[in-house]
């Protein structure tokens, strides 16, 4: 079982990225799914979730910028950024669980490693 993100990196403030989670080991479509991010010395927050029919959830801090979206038959889940912003820069991780609220109250399933994202100048 492995969730596996990549497409971080250095972007100065105003562009975009789009992070891609692969999933691998287990049955992902069944599986509410979401992007969390973690700054230097913040606590870890919930960015954008995806239940497993599709549905979506953003945090009110992300105001627009950010789309989740999966793609079940290929075992992907992506977080397209946009306007980033220098607080956006943070570890951000994937994970899945047994649904939206599982997600909201921190309780997952599978955990990936991260990729760092870093907005600067």
């Known amino acids: 079982v492995q969730l596996a993100e990549s497409g971080g990196g250095l972007v100065q403030p105003g562009g975009s990225l789009r992070l891609s989670c692969a999933a691998s080991?287990?049955?992902?479509?069944?599986?509410?799914a979401g992007w969390y991010r973690q700054a230097f010395g913040k606590e870890r927050e919930l960015v954008a979730a995806?239940?497993?029919?599709?549905?979506?959830f953003y945090a009110n801090f992300i105001k627009g910028r950010f789309t989740i979206s999966r793609d079940n038959a290929k075992n992907l889940l992506y977080l397209a950024m946009y306007s980033l912003k220098p607080e956006d820069t943070a570890v951000y991780y994937c994970?899945?669980?047994?649904?939206?609220?599982?997600?909201?109250?921190?309780?997952?399933?599978?955990w990936g490693q991260g990729t760092q994202v870093t907005v600067s100048s």
């Open positions: 994970a899945t669980g047994r649904s939206m609220t599982h997600l909201f109250t921190s309780e997952y399933d599978y």
């Open positions: 080991g287990f049955s992902f479509s069944g599986y509410a």
């Open positions: 995806s239940s497993s029919n599709g549905n979506s």
